[in-house]
């Protein structure tokens, strides 16, 4: 039998309003992969940020092999042998390679006061190779490498120790391919060592797949421990969810055909250094995807259309001849966007669900041409849009910053929803959303499609493009690489050929 | 684990009486320092609240600009400067004709404010980098301008010094002031570029203009408080509005105005905080402080209230 690593025993933690976690109690064990999976808001990352010093404790107990731990903060963690490689950026900027690597942990190359920097490159040099990623070189500036290699980098950062618990927190939703197989050999590596590896992922074929033990957390309350070999997808999202999912999740129509009308002409738009020569067409009542690795510059072309890209050529042209150059032309001439950075784009954080929801159409809440609004109707349009997606809330005066991720995407729904507009360019709409109301946006989007309304989606999730797309356009450098047709043939393999 | 295990229910009441506090307790310590006073200069306050009110009109017109200002994330340590400014061109330009006057001491606090603007939101510098720069170099411009001696005004501008025209100036500004940012999407606009600008600029707004207007229509709010101060002596000396800048953010903070602007801001701030301060500095001047000593006890007070006030819930830097 395999030993217990980490005893988790009674931790609970509350941020203001939010209960993050309750009396949480449950073991990981040495030399496995266990994930933790559950929905958005259900305590994940709040519980492997306390593991790894980042949020402060509050009741309960961590034991890591027998002792019970107080991580004070991420370099304490680490000398008590656990780390963690976070889901956005955890390389700083302006320092070297090499001092990313080793940040916190500089003593073993300070003689006398001074630090070595020919032995720390030297080391991490060597760490680097050991590795595999000869590429990247230890006295290089970090900036010097893109999202991709700093990811590798931080992977180094985090095992090179040869800590007891790796946490691996939604890494793998920023990574190419690539970068997610030379993520998995090191989490192989790292449980073959006898340590052990806390895996945070929303993609559950990848959970299936790579994970030993699965672990289930919804709203903040231990479900249960499972072993991968013995569940399906299916079971882990009734597990999570708490319900059997029904319904339809994506569109289940094949063979429709798209409509000869065109509502939107795209006419050689570059934006330097993202995009160069970007030509199609958007037909009305169509959902047109957008697919590609993150830096593809997919997601430039959804701002791009909504006249919010710098420096952009080339035409944008409604079907009646509208140019659209800028965000308010776009607005008044019913397009809209959602942000993949929902939190700083899409929505105004520390503002109530109701001036978010009202804010781009003001010019007609107001009592008849004055300038002066209407504040009942502002109210009453607030609450009917916002019912309309069901938002989860106490009323529209609360402020979005409460909302977990989903709810405020639904707001910034209902904002656009309200405006009645025809044309959506949704990126990343799904972006860490869980699967409950990912499901009510599918279901949004296809109800949007029937009525006639045009939707481009640009999104990182190969599956749901498959599963929602009329047609599906590929990208990669900046450029076009292809088009398929939606079809219930079409796979992720096919997709992938054409974007890398 | 019973602290752990408050309900939601309990949290965000706990939440909404934080924030009844927040909206009375400027109010109740405008009462109580009233109250205060009153006592403690046995009655005098009371007395002499017509001469302490004279100085209530600038700062209450002035901190309404900059309420504004702060609303959307911003700063503005130039208005002293403005004030200063506008109140030399009102004197000279009220020889010839003083309705002109009005307009021209309005005309150049919409210049420095289009200045203050330009670098702000053209060239992409920090509001208080940038206003802290116009507060010197506006000073020097006055400074130099009264090297010989004050600025003196027209002799007929004195009898526009009534209290009527000052009442009623006031709150002809402050009731415009209010319908604009309750009434109008300007507030709205104001209050969803404090609290996520790119986000603003995403939902429609044409943030940069936004910006740009409210530092040039602050100008000239506080070009027109200028010439309410010009009338009560008929002239200005190199000291003209000096420290406004100060008295202003006090004023609003004591008023309960978060430093950080945003959606917690309310209109309220500007009228509760001018009074407050008004009196709390006429109160001391009568209990017989001496300058220094005023300024030390502003301060500590501008301080708590900085530390009570603050929304730390929008961590964002000041823009």
């Known amino acids: 039998?395999?030993?217990?690593?980490?005893?988790?025993?009674?931790?609970?933690?509350?941020?203001?309003?939010?209960?993050?976690?309750?009396?949480?109690?449950?073991?990981?064990?040495?030399?496995?992969?266990?994930?933790?999976?559950?929905?958005?808001?259900?305590?994940?990352?709040?519980?492997?940020n306390m593991l790894t010093g980042i949020y402060p404790m509050e009741t309960g107990k961590f034991i890591l092999d027998g002792e019970e731990i107080h991580p004070e903060n991420q370099v304490h963690a680490n000398n008590i042998g656990v780390s963690i490689i976070v889901q956005e950026l955890g390389t700083l900027s302006g320092l070297t390679v090499a001092e990313n690597i080793f940040l916190g942990h500089e003593e073993k190359f300070i003689t006398y006061g001074f630090r070595n920097t020919q032995k720390m490159n030297a080391e991490a040099n060597r760490l680097l190779q050991e590795y595999g990623f000869t590429h990247i070189k230890a006295s290089d500036m970090i900036d010097n490498y893109n999202f991709?290699?700093?990811?590798?980098?931080?992977?180094?950062?985090?095992?090179?120790?040869?800590?007891?618990?790796?946490?691996?927190?939604?890494?793998?939703?920023?990574?190419?391919?690539?970068?997610?197989?030379?993520?998995y050999k090191h989490m192989n590596r790292i449980r073959d060592e006898g340590n052990t590896v806390i895996f945070i992922s929303h993609d559950l074929s990848e959970i299936l797949d790579k994970s030993d033990t699965i672990t289930i957390l919804r709203d903040g309350i231990y479900i249960d421990t499972v072993k991968s070999k013995d569940v399906n997808e299916e079971d882990l999202k009734k597990l999570m969810v708490g319900r059997e999912v029904t319904g339809d999740y994506y569109r289940s129509d094949y063979g429709?055909?798209?409509?000869?009308?065109?509502?939107?002409?795209?006419?050689?738009?570059?934006?330097?250094?993202?995009?160069?020569?970007?030509?199609?067409?958007?037909?009305?009542?169509?959902?047109l995807g957008f697919g590609g690795l993150s830096e593809s510059g997919m997601h430039e072309i959804g701002k791009a259309i909504f006249g919010a890209s710098y420096d952009r050529e080339g035409e944008v042209v409604l079907a009646d001849g509208t140019h659209i150059n800028d965000i308010t032309t776009a607005i008044r001439n019913s397009i809209a966007y959602t942000s993949k950075d929902r939190d700083n784009e899409s929505i105004v954080l520390n503002q109530s669900i109701r001036d978010n929801i009202v804010m781009p159409s003001l010019n007609f809440l107001t009592f008849g041409k004055t300038p002066f609004l209407n504040w009942h109707r502002i109210k009453e349009f607030a609450k009917e849009y916002a019912k309309e997606m069901s938002v989860k809330m106490v009323n529209t005066d609360q402020f979005v910053s409460e909302l977990s991720g989903g709810n405020k995407q639904k707001v910034v729904l209902a904002r656009w929803i309200g405006k009645n507009s025809n044309i959506l360019v949704l990126d990343s709409p799904t972006r860490g959303i869980d699967i409950k109301v990912k499901q009510d946006i599918?279901?949004?989007?296809?109800?949007?499609?029937?009525?006639?309304?045009?939707?481009?989606?640009?999104?990182?999730?190969?599956?749901?493009?498959?599963?929602?797309?009329?047609?599906?356009?590929?990208?990669?450098?900046?450029?076009?690489?292809?088009?398929?047709?939606?079809?219930?043939?079409?796979?992720?393999?096919?997709?992938?050929?054409?974007?890398? | 684990?019973?602290?752990?295990?408050?309900?939601?229910?309990?949290?965000?009441?706990?939440?909404?009486?934080?924030?009844?506090?927040?909206?009375?307790?400027?109010?109740?310590?405008?009462?109580?320092?009233?109250?205060?006073?009153?006592?403690?200069?046995?009655?005098?306050?009371?007395?002499?609240?017509?001469?302490?009110?004279?100085?209530?009109?600038?700062?209450?017109?002035?901190?309404?600009?900059?309420?504004?200002?702060?609303?959307?994330?911003?700063?503005?340590?130039?208005?002293?400067?403005?004030?200063?400014?506008?109140?030399?061109?009102?004197?000279?330009?009220?020889?010839?004709?003083?309705?002109?006057?009005?307009?021209?001491?309005?005309?150049?606090?919409?210049?420095?404010?289009?200045?203050?603007?330009?670098?702000?939101?053209?060239?992409?510098?920090?509001?208080?980098?940038?206003?802290?720069?116009?507060?010197?170099?506006?000073?020097g411009l006055i400074k130099y301008l009264t090297t010989n001696a004050p600025v003196a005004g027209s002799p007929m501008i004195v009898m526009w010094d009534t209290t009527a025209f000052k009442v009623g100036s006031t709150l002809v500004?402050?009731?415009?002031?209010?319908?604009?940012?309750?009434?109008?999407?300007?507030?709205?606009?104001?209050?969803?570029?404090?609290?996520?600008?790119?986000?603003?600029?995403?939902?429609?707004?044409?943030?940069?203009?936004?910006?740009f207007l409210v530092y040039v229509l602050s100008g000239a709010i506080t070009g027109f408080a200028a010439f309410i101060s010009a009338i009560k002596v008929g002239s200005v000396t190199s000291n003209g509005g000096n420290q406004l800048e100060t008295q202003i953010l006090i004023a609003l903070v004591l008023g309960g105005m978060p430093i950080s602007g945003g959606a917690l801001a309310r209109f309220s701030n500007v009228i509760v905080g001018s009074l407050l301060f008004v009196v709390l500095s006429s109160g001391l001047t009568m209990m017989g402080f001496s300058t220094q000593m005023m300024q030390l006890i502003e301060g500590v007070v501008f301080l708590l209230f900085v530390a009570i006030f603050a929304d730390r819930k929008s961590i964002h830097v000041i823009k």
């Open chain 2, 173 to 211: 500004v402050i009731i415009l002031g209010f319908l604009a940012f309750n009434y109008t999407k300007f507030g709205t606009y104001l209050r969803a570029i404090g609290a996520g600008e790119k986000a603003a600029m995403f939902g429609g707004i044409k943030t940069d203009r936004v910006k």
């Open chain 1, 442 to 500: 599918y279901q949004l989007m296809n109800r949007l499609r029937k009525e006639g309304k045009s939707i481009i989606m640009i999104s990182e999730e190969l599956m749901e493009l498959i599963g929602m797309c009329d047609r599906i356009i590929l990208m990669k450098d900046g450029k076009l690489s292809g088009e398929v047709l939606r079809s219930p043939e079409l796979n992720e393999q096919k997709l992938i050929s054409l974007m890398v």
């Open chain 1, 148 to 183: 991709e290699d700093r990811k590798l980098i931080e992977i180094v950062k985090a095992t090179y120790f040869h800590p007891k618990i790796v946490v691996v927190d939604e890494t793998t939703t920023a990574l190419s391919q690539e970068g997610r197989e030379e993520l």
């Open chain 1, 256 to 287: 429709e055909k798209i409509s000869d009308e065109v509502v939107l002409s795209v006419k050689n738009v570059t934006v330097p250094g993202i995009i160069s020569d970007v030509s199609f067409d958007l037909h009305q009542g169509e959902i």
């Open chain 2, 1 to 139: 684990m019973t602290d752990v295990t408050i309900s939601k229910e309990q949290a965000l009441a706990k939440e909404r009486k934080m924030r009844l506090i927040r909206a009375w307790l400027p109010v109740a310590g405008l009462i109580f320092v009233f109250i205060l006073f009153s006592f403690l200069t046995n009655g005098r306050l009371i007395k002499s609240l017509p001469l302490a009110m004279s100085q209530v009109y600038v700062i209450m017109i002035a901190s309404m600009g900059v309420f504004f200002i702060m609303t959307m994330g911003g700063l503005d340590f130039s208005q002293g400067s403005i004030l200063g400014l506008s109140a030399i061109v009102v004197c000279y330009v009220s020889k010839y004709n003083i309705e002109l006057a009005i307009v021209a001491g309005m005309a150049t606090g919409a210049c420095i404010g289009a200045i203050n603007g330009y670098f702000y939101v053209n060239r992409k510098i920090k509001s208080f980098i940038v206003t802290i720069c116009t507060m010197f170099l506006f000073r």
């Open chain 1, 1 to 48: 039998m395999s030993e217990v690593r980490l005893q988790v025993r009674n931790i609970s933690k509350t941020f203001g309003v939010t209960k993050a976690l309750q009396n949480v109690s449950f073991d990981i064990n040495k030399g496995e992969v266990h994930a933790l999976i559950g929905e958005n808001g259900s305590g994940k990352s709040t519980m492997t």
